[in-house]
């Protein structure tokens, strides 16, 4: 068994000490307005979370046609920048280092919601979300995406947050990118595996240029899309460490076009992790049935992964991770 100290164990990333080794993992919570603002509401769960050494936010939608639902953040306009301040703030007041999430769903959004067309790498409808047919992206607007999560790095960099983190997970519109299922192009954004990586690459790189050495980046990565002709573990070795070459500084691990709900059990996701814990030298974050204490000590001790990270069980339980360490 191994020694439950290790999830206290502290971490220095870029110049930022983390007291433990426990993460509130992004969770969904439609609990913005409906223009994508913080509401007092969602200051009140985030305000909960007590415990974990970093928080992760939420997804923040950068353009309209990015949006996941009716009441998803946004960091899409100047507008929303007073609202993630006060998030910011809120997760600081609880002495935890703040990162916000942002992201693009491409096919997966839901044009009721929008009122704009799907968009994504080509015109294929999302074999998970079973959503509208997208219509396939120009290389213009291709570049637009890419200056979309520029500007919303920036924008939550201006708001206070320690550190930002891209979304390229559970099925949204860079993981269709990197995906065969999803990515049928046939110019320099699709192909082989380099060209289908070539966006997600562009998107943090320019994040890391934009925002400076000294900000924290994270790359949510699916790393298995566990569907048939999908991405493999192999495929996120060979990837993980071009997005640290990028300027990533965590890579926060998951799964691709499947995403994650249909996973049950203890560490489901630990093998995933090891393989691509190993093909890179900065920190991993792991995620996946880890409620357990003695089960999360265990990925740690291994070399499995970094961090621990905890989502549906702290929305069950806002206070677990400081029950788990106070009792260490």
Not at 280 to 295: R, Y
Request: net charge neutral; aromatic share 6%; hydrophobic share 45%.
């Amino acid at each position: 068994m191994s020694d439950l100290t290790v999830l206290r164990h502290p971490i220095t990333v870029n110049q930022l000490t983390f007291p433990n080794r426990y993460v509130s993992a992004p969770l969904d919570l439609q609990t913005a307005t409906e223009a994508g603002l913080v509401t007092k509401e969602l200051l009140g769960l985030y305000r909960e979370r007590k415990g974990p050494a970093l928080v992760i936010t939420e997804h923040h939608h950068i353009l309209p046609s990015g949006k996941w639902n009716s009441r998803q953040l946004a960091a899409d306009r100047d507008e929303c920048i007073d609202g993630m301040a006060r998030l910011a703030g809120t997760i600081h007041a609880n002495r935890q280092i703040a990162v916000a999430q942002i992201n693009h769903v491409g096919s997966a959004a839901d044009t009721k919601v929008t009122g704009l067309e799907a968009v994504a790498p080509s015109a294929v409808v999302h074999p998970v979300w079973n959503r509208s047919l997208p219509r396939e992206l120009s290389l213009p607007e291709i570049q637009e995406i890419r200056q979309a999560f520029v500007k919303a790095a920036l924008r939550v960099k201006q708001a206070g947050f320690d550190g930002v983190e891209i979304h390229g997970a559970h099925g949204y519109l860079l993981t269709q990118f990197l995906s065969p299922l999803t990515n049928r192009r046939q110019d320099e954004y699709g192909g082989n595996l380099e060209k289908r990586s070539r966006f997600l690459l562009e998107v943090a790189a320019a994040v890391r240029r934009a925002v400076g050495p000294g900000y924290l980046l994270l790359y949510r990565l699916g790393a298995d899309d566990y569907l048939p002709g999908g991405t493999s573990v192999e495929d996120a070795c060979w990837l993980a460490p071009r997005l640290a070459a990028a300027g990533v500084d965590i890579l926060d691990l998951s799964s691709g076009l499947k995403g994650s709900r249909s996973f049950s059990g203890p560490g489901f996701f630990r093998d995933m992790l090891k393989q691509v814990k190993n093909a890179v030298t900065i920190p991993v974050i792991g995620v996946g049935g880890l409620e357990d204490p003695a089960v999360a000590a265990g990925v740690l001790a291994n070399g499995e992964a970094d961090f621990i990270a905890l989502g549906r069980a702290i929305m069950k339980q806002p206070d677990l991770v400081e029950t788990i360490l106070g009792r260490l």
